[in-house]
């Protein structure tokens, strides 16, 4: 257990660093037996930032060398349960037309989110999508969407740490957590 930022507020890990670093090295290696060509990973933010660059480190680690862009969506704001609405927040600068994409997204809960944005590069004419998820909490989904590439099961807990935050805090935790109230 780690003791958080607040004196009143515990985080008992989930995932170790090394656990989640050596995980990122088993789907770097999944993605690029997938062969995609001409490969364009959109990171979803703003919580998956840490897991797609530690990814798109990994992957270059494997041989590959795609573009990366970035869309901010959000369904929580400062809310621990999704709202039921996608917004953008934040579009994309490159095109995805005949390409394949890769969307790169913190957890995988309800599923509006990587539906959402599946949905919207699809509409964008992208060739393929695919996902790639850190954590799949197998909760009853809203959207039924699977990832293709998973890094973790998660337990069905409020997660932070690993660029996941609850209202902007503990983004820079080097694990997964559950914030515990004490």
Known sequence: MQPSQAASTEIRVIFTAEQIATQIGVVARQIAAAKLDNLLVVAVLKGSFVFAA??????HNVGLSPEIDFLTLSSYRKATASSGTVQILRDMELLVADRNVLIVDDILESGRTLAFAK??????GARAIRTCVLLDKKVRRAV????DFTAFDCPEVFVVGYGMDAGHRFRELPYVGHVVKT
């Open 144 to 147: 039924q969407i699977d990832a």
């Open 54 to 59: 530690d990814l798109i480190r990994a992957l």
């Open 119 to 124: 949905d919207l590069l699809a509409a964008r």
